[in-house]
């Protein structure tokens, strides 16, 4: 079946540190990888994607890497901020019927000053 | 930008009760989801709709669970008896096409609280 694991949180920074959330993921076929973004009191939001093996998804500073051979999909930043503090969510789409979105437990950043 | 809205953003009920949560998708969008999310618990999918029928649906989207696009912009989630354990928020998302390069566009959250 499809499952993704993420890294359990919650994850505290200080501003301008490295940032990196793990993802790992089980999935029948050639599945889509996605890392959506919440912000306090909003809705989920798309940060980035990858549609096939060896694909970089990046966005606002954030990239991951769509890794076939470790089943991975990591999200990095290289310089975090504090308006970068919001829930982090891996997830993947299999590709079949409606594309229904299979999702981590979210990983909750904070950046501290 | 075109954005999903949900409505009411919070919902307190008794067990037992009926309950709809409402879901305005993006304007031309043609397929729609709902997913809910347990208290520290992952996002789970529960049903998704085209064509004014459920395309697909989890073990979760029991005989409690019913879904409709009355009027062509709605699209609502009603529990028809609710349990303390269907506490969550619930998000509803919609998209244009299954196309790889499209995208789920979410709405807010209603969070749902059962006593």
């Known amino acids: 079946g499809n499952s993704v694991t993420q890294m359990e949180g919650p994850v505290t920074l200080s501003e301008e540190a490295f940032l990196t959330i793990n993802c790992t993921y089980t999935a029948t076929g050639y599945p889509s990888l996605f890392w959506y973004v919440q912000y306090p009191g909003e809705g989920l939001q798309l940060l980035l994607k990858?549609?096939?093996?060896?694909d970089k998804g990046s966005n606002k500073g954030f990239e991951a890497t769509y890794r076939k051979e470790t089943t991975s999909f990591h999200l990095e930043k290289g310089s975090v901020q504090v308006s970068d503090s919001a829930v982090y969510f891996c997830?993947?789409?299999?590709?079949?019927?409606?594309?229904?979105?299979?999702f981590g437990t979210g990983t909750r950043l904070t950046v501290i000053p | 930008e075109p954005e999903v809205t949900q409505t009411p953003s919070h919902q307190v009920t008794q067990m037992g009760q009926e309950v709809i949560l409402r879901c305005v998708p993006i304007?031309?969008?043609?397929?729609f989801y709902w997913y809910r999310q347990i208290l520290g618990q992952k996002v789970e999918f529960l049903v998704s709709f085209y064509n004014n029928e459920i395309s697909e649906k989890s073990e979760i989207f029991d005989d409690q669970f019913s879904v409709e696009r009355p009027d062509g912009s709605n699209f609502t989630l009603k529990i028809r008896s609710t349990k303390l354990e269907d506490s969550a928020m619930y998000f509803c998302a919609s998209r244009y096409t299954l196309l790889a390069k499209e995208t789920q566009y979410f709405g807010p959250g209603t969070r749902l609280l059962v006593l």
């Open positions: 304007s031309n969008h043609l397929y």
């Open positions: 997830a993947l789409s299999d590709q079949t019927g409606a594309n229904n979105l299979f």
């Open positions: 990858a549609t096939k093996a060896d």
